[in-house]
């Protein structure tokens, strides 16, 4: 797990590219401290290029395709 997310979860089955590369959409939710965004999505960016999948592959790029909203409860 990395530390301040809480629900990590895959949107849909991993594809491969025209390379052979393996994609995956993943939809994840964290706890944050207000005021840390940007510092906080780099950090995210960098621990999850750190796992590697069930296979044993190490991930080799993120993308963000959605800034963070916050969910009022």
Known sequence: GLDG???V???RSAEKDDAGNKISTLNIK???NPGTGAEYLHYIKTAIKRLKDEQGDRILGVRITKIPE???Q
Do not use: G, P
Request: aromatic letters at 8%; proline letters at 0%.
């Open 9 to 11: 979860k895959t949107t």
């Open 30 to 32: 964290f706890l944050m």
């Open 70 to 72: 916050k969910i009022q």
């Open 5 to 7: 997310v809480t629900i």
